[in-house]
């Protein structure tokens, strides 16, 4: 994808720190500040419950922890520490970024220090972190070509009480709260357009089972592959899972 803003990449000192560094074109108000903070905290969020894990990562041991972050007028920087995501979440990061140039405040530039960067990869080129090939529970999909409803139902090894579902609903919730922030965008479906609704039902929660209804998926398909990394993740510190269902 195209980004209307240069990009510049280097290796940072420390293998595991991530230093963001975003220029605007104009000063930040407060309300704007709020914004772009949402945006950012959101990507930290999803690479802490193993959303930005991949092939490479395990998202059992996923982290992504802020350290510091700092608006200064026309600038912004957010240092993370203990950085464990795959390094094709950069195009997930830049996608975020550009909702923001898009959505809130005009980008003048952004410059992105760490050593998880490939020069490969290119920043042009839309790689989005790749399922984790050794999952720990059974994974199916149903038929994924039709423009039906699709479900998304989550069974445990063993009930489980109130406090850990409304844990493991508000580690799905990073991943669609990132998806409305432009996370999954790619040349079909513009950073501000992006989303996943939810039906008019939403989910159905109970001890054996978490099943969300989506109703609307405008996004690249890979972003599927961040909600099952992310229940890796739910597995391995929340509750264990047996099987996930993906499909009408």
């Not at 240069?6 to 709020?34: G, M, N, T, W, Y």
């Not at 920087?77 to 975020?96: C, E, K, T």
Request: glycine share 6%; net charge negative.
């Amino acid at each position: 994808m195209t980004r209307p803003f240069p990009v510049q990449f280097s290796l940072h000192a420390s293998p595991d720190v991530l230093e963001i560094s975003i220029a605007f074109r104009a000063a930040l108000d407060v309300a704007l500040e709020k914004n772009v903070a949402e945006v950012l905290t959101a990507f930290g969020r999803m690479g802490s419950v193993g959303g930005l894990s991949g092939e490479s990562s395990n998202p059992a041991l996923a982290s992504l922890k802020l350290i510091s972050r700092d608006f200064v007028l026309k600038r912004t920087q957010w240092i993370f520490g203990d950085v464990r995501i795959d390094p094709a979440s950069l195009s997930i990061l830049l996608n975020m970024i550009h909702y923001i140039h898009l959505e809130d405040a005009a980008v003048e530039s952004v410059l992105i220090a760490w050593q998880g960067y490939r020069r490969e990869m290119g920043i042009s080129a839309i790689k989005f972190p790749k399922l984790w090939p050794q999952l720990s529970f059974q994974l199916e999909f149903g038929n994924m070509l039709g423009d039906g409803d699709i479900d998304v139902t989550v069974t445990f090894k063993e009930p489980q009480n109130e406090n850990v579902l409304e844990q493991v609903v508000d580690a799905m919730s990073a991943w669609l709260l990132a998806s409305h922030r432009g996370a999954y965008a790619d040349e079909s479906f513009n950073p501000s357009k992006t989303a996943i609704f939810l039906g008019p039902d939403v989910m159905t929660v109970s001890p054996d089972r978490i099943i969300w209804y989506i109703e609307v998926m405008r996004c690249n398909e890979s972003a599927f592959d961040g909600l099952i990394n992310l229940l890796e993740w739910v597995h391995w510190h929340v509750a264990r899972i047996s099987i996930v269902e993906v499909g009408p």
